[in-house]
């Protein structure tokens, strides 16, 4: 007799699609995962999830392409989008990504960004 379980997968049903999963400090319990709904998954849903305060303590943004067999670690590319965004509004970034942006800027973009 087959069981059938339900739950919650992070492979996406389709072509070729690109999922996104930002890694969350939870203070001496250690990181964890943490993937938006299968549906929301484009880099603008977690771009927005980030600038609004979504994740705890965001360290690490990884992009998963199964169809395509690869995956990256695109923090550094998600905190200069960030701090691109904010130097466009001409607003400081927010308090809650503070850690990540000096964790993943690139020493030419912090350098760079005190002369602009």
């Not at 995962?33 to 990884?62: C, K, Y």
Request: aromatic fraction near 6%; include cysteine.
């Amino acid at each position: 007799m087959r069981m059938s379980v339900a739950a919650s997968s992070t492979v996406p049903f389709g072509a070729d699609q690109t999922i996104y999963l930002v890694v969350d400090q939870f203070g001496p319990r250690g990181a964890a995962t943490r993937e938006s709904e299968i549906e929301r998954t484009d880099l603008e849903i977690i771009l927005d999830d980030l600038m609004a305060g979504r994740f705890h303590d965001p360290v690490r943004v990884v992009a998963f392409n199964t169809l395509e067999h690869w995956s990256r670690d695109i923090s550094a590319d998600i905190a200069e989008e960030i701090q691109c965004r904010c130097d466009s509004d001409g607003l400081g970034p927010p308090l809650h990504l503070a850690t990540f942006l000096e964790m993943h800027l690139r020493p030419v973009d912090r350098k760079m960004r005190r002369f602009a």
